[in-house]
């Protein structure tokens, strides 16, 4: 039987690698600083070997269980340019979502062109911006948040909708009887 997680790898990443199996592994590691991450894997099997093709970190921010911060994301070389990094980001909104929190945050330099574009692509919102004074670098903050509605609206959402107008309506109706 198929985890909810399998699953959601298989719907999101599968497009990128059809007919093939997929991997996700999560493991536990310490930042030094009494702070747990979790540090997932996704891999492919093509033929006898199993190839790593991306990973990342996901932790709780300190002192708020409500933000999850995703970083040192990395897509391995041979496949950059097929589509990865956009199923990624879609996977890593789907994992904290499912873990319950309600926003995730990352940060990333501005040369990454290639994943400030996956990030404005996949909804992520732009809210601070600095030069590290360490590294010289401009770091662009992003957010995505978790609690807001799908992009496509189903029949929920079209039903409330629809009653919301006939609602107003009849209060109109209502209104010119008096």
Not at 2 to 28: A, H, S, Y
Not at 117 to 146: M, Q, S
Not at 150 to 178: D, E, H, I
Request: net charge positive; hydrophobic share 35%; proline share 4%.
């Amino acid at each position: 039987m198929m985890t909810p997680i399998q699953e959601t790898v298989d719907r999101i990443m599968g497009p990128c690698f059809p007919g093939k199996t997929l991997t996700l592994t999560n493991t536990r590691e310490s930042n030094g600083f009494n702070q747990d991450h979790s540090r997932y894997t996704l891999s492919v099997k093509e033929g006898d070997c199993v190839r790593p093709v991306a990973s990342w970190n996901m932790e709780q921010m300190p002192a708020c269980c409500g933000v999850c911060i995703s970083s040192d994301t990395q897509v391995r070389m041979h496949y950059k340019g097929k589509g990865v990094g956009r199923a990624l980001a879609r996977l890593k909104i789907e994992i904290a979502r499912g873990s319950g929190y309600g926003l995730i945050l990352a940060a990333d330099v501005d040369k990454n062109t290639a994943q400030r574009k996956i990030f404005a692509g996949a909804g992520w919102r732009d809210v601070y911006w600095f030069r590290n004074p360490r590294t010289e670098n401009g770091v662009t903050i992003a957010v995505y948040d978790l609690t807001k509605q799908p992009a496509k609206p189903g029949w929920r959402y079209k039903f409330q909708k629809r009653l919301s107008w006939l609602a107003g309506r009849v209060q109109c109706f209502l209104r010119n009887m008096v």
